[in-house]
């Protein structure tokens, strides 16, 4: 699903943010980014969305070579993607509904289901009753959440998230990683940038870890606290 | 990966819904004319005044050239006779013009009747002429002549044959003043279309300034909508309706403006003090082509305004 | 909190300090200047074509009235004689007008000199005066009255007295076409400030609109910059100081463009087309006070749109 | 130093985001506000510096009543305070140093001064090297530091943080935690609004705690891992 082969990134003379990255993600896995602040977690993220484009080496996501991607297949080719961002973006004038509509409005979906299907998926991140507030209006965590929602939207083939639990209390980051990896179970694959150790470590999937702009080793997949099946989930708080 | 539910459309290509694009096309240019509506209102407000001053001179000039053709009939060619011209050498002239297949069509007119005329539009001569123990104006004979013939060389020589027929004083081309005043008429046609280019150029510079300076404010929605997927043309639709709106109502206040003006200045005519100028400066209204045309100039002026700002801005983001 | 080390300054009523403020004003103005520049430029061009609509009209109408002047002299008093007048006549209007103390300073045009000082004053009618075969003009006394003497009761007396003088045609406190001249140029004049001032309150309103999209622009910015305790004047110091900048260029621009128009216009007026109106529309530019109050306007203009912009910023904002 | 008495803070009909809070920090105290995602916690660090006005109820912070406090005098009490917002409100267009310099040309710290400053506060949260980089070129926990660094500049009576350690890794927590005592040790009083548990546990201070708008039980400060002795701090990481 997403291939890195020799990825160097530099943003000018003094800022190198990637360093020969090579790894590779399965179809339907489940990933984590970690590494230190500035570590280049958030590039990777962005080269995938081709949000940025690298200064070497070649990514594959999908099955698409991204330096090939001619700028008209942009947009289908992100619609394939979840994104949550680190700041979240979030369109300030448009409502919590409104931003979730003009996705799904790019997406395609048409247009009488967007209430229901707005509602539901904040229903899981448990924001259904603030539909109508606009993003400033939110908490840190709330704004995050929303963030979330839209990014599972209509099941991507890949979501990938930065730090998507950097604003949320543990309970609250429980549950949230819990809706990630429903969302793994019913196919996507996810590529989750986090610095939170323990979560990593309750959720004991492969780690591929950052350090000033190199992958260091990939520690091997952890004795999992918690087995795959959704049923054991649950101790993670309910949705 | 097996057995997954997949709810992504099936054919992701199939974009945007039309319905539920061109519906967001026309609630976000009006919501963003509403929001900025007082920002709007300059772009409008520049637009109508660059179609406000194309439109009066135009006006003006239109009015002046046609109170020179009333006044001059749609004769090209004047033959002056002398003022003391017999009967007999008039019928001669008459005759010599009859017989000249390119001079055949003319009018007499006789020296009351010139002066009457000359009174009737230039009203504020008068005085001058009541100075004159006489009247001053010679008969003539007013011929229509096709500006082809006019064109043609044999039509010289037969002007200089014209000229020596007993009585006639003068052969013109138009009267020097007269073509004076026409040239003033078409030189304020040309002032206005300069101005008012000029000023349409402004305009179409204000609002590509301003709708930019919009896509600054919303350039990081922009942004995102781009990075959720949007297509180029969802990001823009709202923007170049934006533009046409603008225009249109830029077009629409400048005609109602001009014919504010226009009913303004024929009250001023009618008032006591009475005709100088606005008599025959602002005797008809704009033909209804041209008011639909200047219309049609705010609507282009706004939607190339949004197309280069809209190009510009493409340029400058990544993607 | 004993033997805390409190490094913040001991008068933190001395706020920020002079030089570093206004030092980030004039850098933040022309910072700003030049980001949005082109937008910029479109306040800049609104007040150049505001102040040169504004301009132009007050340089035909100041042309005007300087050439009806020039020809009437300051006469504002007209003597008409019998065109045939004998000089014995003529000696009695003189002997008459000498008497009054109030008509005393006077001038004797001869029917020669009238004819041809209305040439030359009046060089495109002159057709009209060939077409005639005698001088049209009478021999006049030209008197000079203050309007004071004229405005006093006795005077429409003394008046009705001089007109039965022998040899007198006519007594006119101005002729009438004359004073439609003037009123043409006294037209001008008003037609120029109203024209020029709506233009100038639509540049005020650019600016103030521009301004405010900037205000937008940095809303954000000037959210974080009272967060950390900012004062409002260290806030607006830049967006009034970018309004004055921008009105400044908009009266030098506005000046610099009307005298290209002036020299432009000369340079037709001594080509081979000659004279026409040209001739003593554009025979002097602006007097220098009044190309300085067209730039001092600018600025106002400028100054003003920041403000207005300003003040409703702090009216939006709950601090 | 901070009182809040009886403050509800409504923001319109539906959402009441602090309901009779009561609650009160002494001068160079250190103070944790903690609570789950939307409990309220960046609202009372705004009623703080006034961004905000309770709908009931009286604060009082550093001997001030808001609800008295002028306009013209809002400048020089917040000049007092240094925030680190939960979004960093950094100046986009301004640089790292720059944004540094305008505050200092604000709290009237002399333009000569302002280089040496700006890397002395920098260089305490490992950014020196970025002082010329723009905040939209930096990762977001750079972006975190910086707001820190700004908060700390010219030792301010109050500091008060939102999240500070919302997008940095348990190492660089841990220096960051670092640096706000010993800005309380100078003497600032601190109040830490966080989620991070762990955090909390390791550095043993006072804890307010929140619950939907509601002060819980304020809990007991539990028995510090580390005393108060600066000599300690350093196992968290050296500045
Ligand atoms: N546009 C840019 N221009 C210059 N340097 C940049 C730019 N974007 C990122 N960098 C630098 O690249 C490095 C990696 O940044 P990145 O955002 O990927 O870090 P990160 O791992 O996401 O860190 P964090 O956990 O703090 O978010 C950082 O040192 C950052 O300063
Ligand atoms: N401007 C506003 N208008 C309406 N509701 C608001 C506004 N600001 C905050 N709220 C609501 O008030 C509640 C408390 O918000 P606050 O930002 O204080 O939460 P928080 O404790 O900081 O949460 P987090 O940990 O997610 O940042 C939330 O439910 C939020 O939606
Ligand atoms: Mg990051
Ligand atoms: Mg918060």
């Known amino acids: 699903m997403i291939d890195f082969y020799h990825v160097t990134k530099r943003f000018d003379r003094y800022s190198i943010a990637l360093h020969d990255v090579t790894f590779h993600a399965d179809k339907g896995e489940f990933v984590f980014l970690t590494g230190p602040s500035g570590a280049g977690k958030s590039t990777i993220l962005k080269l995938i969305l081709r949000q940025l484009l690298p200064s070497e080496g070649q990514i594959v996501v999908n099955g698409r070579n991204l330096a090939t991607l001619k700028r008209a297949q942009l947009p289908l080719f992100r619609r394939e993607i979840g994104m949550v961002f680190q700041d979240f973006k979030l369109i300030e004038r448009m409502t919590i509904f409104e ?4 996705v799904m409005t ?13 509602y539901a998926v904040l229903r899981a991140v448990n924001l259904h009753h603030r539909l109508n507030a606009y993003p400033p209006q939110l908490s840190g965590g709330e704004q995050q959440r929303v963030a979330i929602a839209r990014a599972l939207i209509n099941d991507p083939y890949l979501i990938i998230a930065d730090e998507p ?3 949320l209390d543990p309970d609250l980051s429980a549950d949230v990683m819990q809706i990630f990896i429903e969302a793994n179970l019913r196919g996507s694959t996810v590529l989750l940038a986090t610095h939170d150790r323990e979560m990593i470590r309750r959720t004991g999937r492969r780690v591929v870890h950052l350090e000033k702009g190199r992958v260091g080793e990939e520690r091997p997949q952890q004795a999992p606290e918690v087995p795959d ?10 949705l | 990966m097996a057995g997954a539910r997949r709810r992504r459309d099936a054919t992701p290509d199939a974009g945007e819904r039309p319905l539920g694009v061109y519906g967001y096309f026309v609630h976000e240019a009006l919501r963003r004319l509403w929001v900025y509506r007082r920002t709007s209102m300059v772009a409008v407000g520049m637009i109508a005044i660059a179609l406000l001053t194309l439109g009066t001179f135009l006006l003006i000039s239109g009015n002046l050239n046609r109170a020179v053709d009333r006044w001059q009939g749609r004769s090209q060619l004047s033959v002056f006779l002398d003022r003391d011209a017999t009967p007999a050498q008039i019928a001669g002239v008459r005759e010599f013009l009859t017989r000249e297949p390119s001079l055949a069509k003319f009018e007499f007119v006789s020296r009351e009747a010139a002066y009457e005329k000359f009174k009737r539009h230039f009203a504020q001569l008068a005085p001058v002429l009541a100075e004159l123990e006489q009247n001053p104006f010679p008969p003539s004979f007013e011929v229509q002549v096709t500006s082809r013939d006019a064109a043609s060389a044999p039509f010289t020589t037969l002007l200089a044959r014209l000229r020596v027929v007993d009585g006639v004083d003068d052969v013109q081309l138009d009267w020097e003043w007269v073509a004076r005043l026409r040239r003033i008429a078409n030189v304020l046609s040309i002032v206005g ?5 000029i000023l349409a150029v402004a305009a179409a510079f204000t609002i590509a300034n301003v709708i930019r300076l919009t896509m600054f404010l919303y350039r990081e929605e922009i942004d995102i909508m781009r990075l959720v997927g949007a297509k180029e ?13 603008q225009g249109m109502c830029g077009g629409l206040l400048a005609v109602g403006m001009l014919y504010g003006i226009f009913r303004g200045a024929r009250a001023l005519a009618t008032g006591p003090s009475s005709a100088l100028l606005w008599d025959f ?4 209204f704009l033909p209804w082509p041209t008011s639909l045309a200047l219309v049609a100039g ?13 190009r510009e801005s493409s340029e400058e983001s990544a993607g």
Not at chain 2, 233 to 245: A, D, K, S, V, Y
């Open chain 1, 106 to 118: 790019v997406l395609g979906v048409p247009p009488r289901d967007h209430k229901k299907k707005a």
């Open chain 2, 281 to 284: 400066l602002f005797s008809e």
């Open chain 2, 298 to 310: 705010g609507i282009l002026a706004g939607l190339f305004g949004s197309w280069i700002s809209l």
């Open chain 1, 99 to 102: 931003n979730l509509s003009f």
């Open chain 1, 165 to 167: 639990t950097g604003n």
């Open chain 1, 229 to 238: 099946s959704p049923s054991t989930f649950m101790q993670w708080g309910s």
């Open chain 2, 193 to 197: 279309l300069v101005a008012g280019g």
């Open chain 2, 233 to 245: 043309t969802t990001i823009r639709g709202p923007f170049l309706l934006e533009g046409f709106f």
